[in-house]
C-alpha cells in the first residue's frame, strides 16, 4: 500500500521561500510520475509540477523560473523548491503518486503567503 506524507508548509512573506517534501511508503517511487498539486480556497485543484521516473519535468505557466521539483529515488521523496512566493501562491499543496493506473495523494500540506 502506497502512502504518501508532504511536509514543509508554513507561513512565509511575498518574495520568501519554501521546500515541500513528500515520501512515499513502499517500492513504486523509483518508477512512478510524483506530481505536486495545489488547491486555493474556492478553487479547483490544479497541477503545480510533474516529474517522471527519468527526471523530466514540467510546470504550470504561473510558476516557471521561481518552482522546481526534484527527487532523490534512494530517499522515496519528492521536493517543490518555491522561491519569490507570491499571495497567490497560498494554497494546499498536494503531492500526487502516478503508477499505470494507480494513483494516490497525500494528505496535503498549507501554504500560506501573507505580508
Known amino acids: 500500500q502506497v502512502q504518501l506524507v508532504e511536509s514543509g508548509g508554513g507561513l512565509v512573506q511575498p518574495g520568501g521561500s519554501l521546500r515541500l517534501s513528500c515520501v512515499a511508503s513502499?517500492?513504486?517511487?523509483?518508477?512512478?510520475?510524483m506530481g505536486w498539486y495545489r488547491q486555493a480556497p474556492g478553487k479547483q485543484r490544479e497541477l503545480v509540477a510533474i516529474?517522471?521516473?527519468?527526471?523530466?519535468?514540467n510546470y504550470a505557466d504561473s510558476v516557471k523560473g521561481r518552482f522546481a521539483i526534484s527527487r532523490d529515488n534512494a530517499k522515496n521523496t519528492v521536493y517543490l523548491q518555491m522561491n519569490s512566493l507570491k499571495l497567490e501562491d497560498t494554497a494546499v499543496y498536494y503531492c500526487k503518486l502516478t503508477w499505470g493506473a494507480l494513483n494516490r495523494w497525500g494528505q496535503g500540506t498549507q501554504v500560506t503567503v501573507s505580508a
Open positions: 516529474i517522471n521516473s527519468g527526471g523530466t519535468t
Open positions: 513502499g517500492s513504486l517511487f523509483s518508477s512512478a510520475v
